[in-house]
């Protein structure tokens, strides 16, 4: 069957739109770590798999193979889902992420962490190297 073309503005471009769209989530969250900005980036991310498997630019099983490869991406992944629906897939339970805002007195700055995996990271970190790693499955320009 063949698939449907999106038709909206939106993905004028196709995955390179969605592309885009992510990298203006990561310029957003370098200048302001409000958790709505963190959740945003990292649906944004995420969601890049569709349009990519959408307009066949990678398979299902290429895809197993790149998630299975970074773990950033598994984070990612367990990001989206667990701010988009509110909770995991039971088998992925002990992964549900944890947001929070820490504070240094010494630089009188507030810091955005996120704990997965039983994990403290950076979520400005992580979003780079879920960029990069997503470069190395994309076709060049």
Known sequence: MPKLRRMS????????SQFDRMCRWYDRIQQNQHE?????????CYILRDWLLHDEVITKDEWETFIQKFKCIQLC?????GTKHGQLRPADMNRNPITGLEWSSLEDTAKSFVIIDFEKV?????????????????PSP
């Open 77 to 81: 992944r367990d990001l989206c889902n």
């Open 36 to 44: 709505d900005f963190i959740y945003a980036f990292f649906q944004n």
């Open 9 to 16: 503005s939106h993905d004028k471009f196709g995955w390179k």
């Open 122 to 138: 950076e979520p400005v970190k992580l979003a780079k190297e879920c960029i990069e790693a997503w470069k190395t499955i994309l």
